[in-house]
């Protein structure tokens, strides 16, 4: 059977090498622990377990493994995003407060090479304005904030794009001319 590169729905995204599915760490940062109790005004009421169940119930429909990992320590976040190098195909992150200050995390990502999706549960820009710089901005593939715990599952289906677009640049089929 032909392959387009594209994978249906309910088939994993293998992981080129292994032929097991692909794999998306995802990263919340600090006081992200609290989620549901933290504000809730702006933060909304789903907890973190309830994200990151539902994470990987997204995950399992769209045939990628998802790992997830919260830490109130910027230290603990590059361990985490090095561990990952070579081994998860795209990284989802809210940053939480380090997006502002950490050129840690950004060197970290940019050093593993790993395709990011920047995740915020509010639109910083309607914040204060020194919400509005993220150390991460430039090196991401892409941003998605202000849909609440919802940004999450988002952020996973355009991980999936991501790696599906990988997938049919290396396939044979999608060099061929029309
Ligand atoms: C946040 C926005 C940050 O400014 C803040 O420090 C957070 C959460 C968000 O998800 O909206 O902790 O990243």
């Keep these: 059977m032909a392959t387009t590169g594209k994978a249906r ?36 009421r789903t907890r973190l377990d309830d994200i990151d169940r539902s994470l990987k119930r997204l995950g ?11 830490s109130n320590s910027e230290g603990a976040i590059v361990d985490r995003i090095q561990q ?7 990284l989802v992150i809210n940053p939480a407060a380090y997006t502002h ?5 950004r060197d970290a990502i940019t050093a593993c090479a790993l395709p990011t999706v920047e995740v915020h549960l509010s639109n910083v820009y309607a914040r204060e304005p020194f919400r509005h ?15 609440g715990a919802e940004g999450y599952l988002l952020a996973l289906r355009a991980a999936k794009g991501l790696i599906e677009a990988e997938r049919a640049a290396a396939a044979p089929e999608a060099r061929r001319p029309v």
């Design 133 to 147: 710089h993220s150390t991460i901005a430039g090196i991401v593939v892409g941003r998605i904030m202000g849909f």
């Design 101 to 105: 200050t950490s050129v840690a995390i």
């Design 9 to 44: 729905a309910g088939e994993s995204v293998a992981d080129s090498a292994s032929g097991a599915p692909a794999t998306v760490l995802v990263i919340h940062g600090p006081n992200l622990n609290l989620l549901g109790q933290r504000e809730p005004e702006v933060y909304g």
């Design 84 to 90: 990952a190098r070579g081994r998860a195909r795209v």
């Design 60 to 70: 399992r429909e769209l045939g990628l493994k998802v790992e997830t990992f919260q």
